[in-house]
């Protein structure tokens, strides 16, 4: 139990040191961005992205939360021949799927332009499509890490690697006095560079360790286990990309940037209560196992005043000073954003200041409140 518990909490530091650690480059990422390019083009690029992350998302199938809890039931069976069967399978068909994805989005880019009603978006589409295999072959194998006790690897490649290799990218199209083009090229070659090195990752740590195979029959059970993990999270990933995509639909290039720029910022503003709930969970759990239900309010209450206590001046200095803030880091041209930076914080923070609830309610098993 000990052992565990430990295992639970090393992850969980190393995942949340990944997450702020992502949260934060590429916060200075997109203010580059932002400062380089025109406030259309920024839009643009906004919106072909978060296009391209949809498909990777249904291209996952669910797998990515599938996967660790299919290998693991697997590995309690068959230690290596679990692993191998069904880490290949899933790589397989994640990169089969991938693949269709990415030639679908670079085939019909003229279609999806025309449903946004912006021409400028095609060529934009039509080079993000690179990032679809990428994208998911990443999120895949991070998963099958994880299935096996190894938060490293996706703090590394997916959280690090990729963004690191994006802002060194960036700081090099300022210096040579490059720009929009340029930077669609940044999007792209940062990802892959983070992919190929995760295949060196993968081939000491997995591919010389057990032997990687497809099953068909691991192929039905995978996806039809994980199918139902793909619409809970992507219905969570709607409420992240619904107002770009609305926007993009209903308005211009120039109020797609406008609601991207502080969106950037308020990204920060669940962390606190993120990064509490990695260890908030087991310990709940294992709480209510004892039917020590003071404990557990008391543990509630205590991580939703921490939470509560690390957010708040975030959300008061995003609200009080978002005419300073706005200018300072993205420019005159963008002051328009201030009263969206002022509705976006106060609604990213509803959640945080109301605690732990989703946590406590995976706790007791209720899932289907969730």
Same mark, same amino acid.
């Given at each position: 139990?000990?052992?565990?518990?430990?295992?639970?909490?090393?992850?969980?530091? =190393?995942?949340?040191?990944?997450?702020?650690?992502?949260?934060?480059?590429?916060?200075?990422?997109?203010?580059?961005?932002?400062?380089?390019?025109?406030?259309?083009?920024?839009?643009?690029?906004?919106?072909?992205?978060?296009?391209?992350?949809?498909?990777?998302?249904?291209?996952?199938? /669910?797998?990515?939360?599938?996967?660790?809890?299919?290998?693991?039931?697997?590995?309690?069976?068959?230690?290596?021949?679990?692993?191998?069967?069904?880490?290949? @399978?899933?790589?397989?068909?994640?990169?089969?799927?991938?693949?269709?994805?990415?030639?679908?989005?670079?085939?019909?880019?003229?279609?999806?332009?025309?449903?946004?009603?912006?021409?400028?978006?095609?060529?934009? =589409?039509?080079?993000?499509?690179?990032?679809?295999?990428?994208?998911?072959?990443?999120?895949?194998?991070?998963?099958?890490?994880?299935?096996?006790?190894?938060?490293?690897?996706?703090?590394?490649?997916?959280?690090?690697? @990729?963004?690191?290799?994006?802002?060194?990218?960036?700081?090099?199209?300022?210096? #040579?006095?490059? /720009?929009?083009?340029?930077?669609?090229?940044?999007?792209?070659?940062?990802?892959?560079?983070?992919?190929?090195?995760?295949?060196?990752?993968?081939?000491?740590? =997995?591919?010389?360790?057990?032997?990687?195979?497809?099953?068909?029959?691991?192929?039905?059970?995978?996806?039809?286990?994980?199918?139902?993990?793909?619409?809970?999270?992507?219905?969570?990933?709607?409420?992240?990309?619904?107002?770009?995509?609305? #926007?993009?639909?209903?308005?211009?290039?120039?109020?797609?940037?406008?609601?991207?720029?502080?969106?950037?910022?308020?990204?920060?503003?669940?962390?606190?209560?993120?990064?509490?709930?990695?260890?908030?969970?087991?310990?709940?759990?294992?709480?209510?196992?004892?039917?020590?239900?003071?404990?557990?309010?008391?543990?509630?209450?205590?991580?939703?005043?921490?939470?509560?206590?690390?957010?708040?001046?975030?959300?008061?200095?995003?609200?009080?000073?978002?005419?300073?803030?706005?200018?300072?880091?993205?420019?005159?041209?963008?002051?328009?954003?201030?009263?969206?930076?002022?509705?976006?914080?106060? /609604?990213?923070?509803?959640?945080?200041?109301?605690?732990?609830?989703?946590?406590?309610?995976?706790?007791?098993?209720?899932?289907?409140?969730?």
């Amino acid at each position: 139990m000990a052992n565990s518990f430990h295992k639970v909490v090393h992850g969980g530091a =190393l995942f949340a040191l990944g997450s702020v650690s992502a949260t934060v480059l590429q916060f200075v990422s997109g203010v580059i961005v932002i400062r380089i390019v025109a406030p259309s083009e920024f839009g643009l690029i906004s919106i072909a992205y978060i296009t391209s992350n949809v498909l990777v998302t249904i291209a996952s199938l /669910g797998l990515k939360t599938g996967v660790p809890r299919f290998l693991a039931k697997s590995r309690g069976q068959d230690a290596e021949a679990g692993v191998g069967r069904v880490a290949g @399978t899933a790589i397989v068909i994640s990169f089969s799927v991938s693949i269709i994805f990415a030639v679908l989005q670079f085939c019909t880019a003229h279609e999806g332009a025309a449903t946004f009603g912006k021409p400028d978006v095609q060529p934009v =589409l039509e080079a993000f499509s690179l990032l679809i295999p990428p994208l998911a072959m990443i999120g895949i194998l991070s998963a099958v890490f994880r299935g096996m006790e190894n938060a490293k690897a996706k703090v590394i490649f997916q959280d690090i690697t @990729t963004n690191v290799s994006r802002l060194v990218l960036l700081i090099s199209v300022v210096i #040579l006095g490059y /720009g929009y083009e340029e930077i669609l090229t940044v999007y792209v070659l940062s990802v892959w560079m983070a992919f190929i090195g995760f295949l060196f990752y993968v081939y000491r740590h =997995l591919v010389k360790l057990v032997r990687l195979r497809f099953e068909a029959s691991i192929a039905r059970s995978l996806i039809w286990f994980s199918l139902p993990l793909l619409a809970a999270g992507f219905m969570n990933n709607v409420m992240a990309w619904a107002g770009t995509l609305a #926007l993009g639909y209903l308005s211009g290039t120039a109020d797609v940037a406008l609601f991207n720029a502080p969106l950037r910022l308020v990204n920060v503003i669940p962390i606190p209560l993120a990064a509490m709930i990695f260890l908030y969970l087991p310990i709940a759990t294992t709480i209510i196992a004892r039917d020590a239900h003071d404990e557990l309010k008391s543990l509630y209450l205590t991580t939703t005043k921490w939470a509560f206590l690390a957010t708040l001046p975030l959300l008061l200095f995003f609200v009080i000073d978002a005419e300073f803030i706005v200018r300072a880091l993205f420019g005159e041209q963008y002051l328009g954003s201030a009263n969206v930076l002022r509705v976006l914080a106060v /609604g990213f923070s509803a959640h945080t200041l109301l605690g732990p609830n989703g946590m406590t309610l995976i706790s007791w098993g209720d899932t289907k409140s969730v």
